[in-house]
């Protein structure tokens, strides 16, 4: 939906959304699970919409559908300041979906490799 900010003032409060453009990612129960501030290059702005759709799975239990989403993110999305994240939360949805510790230490291998100065490279570090 598309919300002008001084047509529907109500709403900006209620998202608290302090910058324009700002995209917020509900899940089908009205829970904020995803926000985006700011304007950002097509192939950003598509990572931060995958990476949305990958934290409403997730959030819903369906652990392999959010893995899948989360590689979509860190390896068609590579560039982009949403790889890390998407490649660290596929490390944690492999996990929970399968309660082998192997996909951590893995993940926290191609973050310390690709990302090295990434702060999802630093939270993973735990995993090695």
């Not at 324009?20 to 700011?38: C, F, N, S, W, Y």
């Amino acid at each position: 939906m598309k919300i002008h900010i001084k047509e529907q003032k109500p709403t900006f409060q209620r998202f608290n959304a302090q910058w324009t453009p700002t995209l917020i990612v509900l899940d089908p129960d009205g829970a904020e699970r995803h926000r985006v501030e700011g304007y950002l290059p097509v192939d950003d702005f598509l990572a931060q919409l995958d990476l949305s759709l990958a934290k409403v799975a997730f959030q819903k239990g369906a652990f392999g559908e959010a893995e899948k989403r989360f590689r979509t993110v860190c390896e068609a999305h590579g560039k982009s300041g949403a790889a890390p994240e998407g490649c660290y939360w596929a490390g944690v949805s492999a996990y929970k979906a399968t309660n082998d510790p192997a996909p951590l230490k893995a993940t926290a291998q191609q973050l310390k490799k690709n990302y090295p100065e990434s702060e999802w490279t630093r939270k993973a570090s735990v995993w090695l």
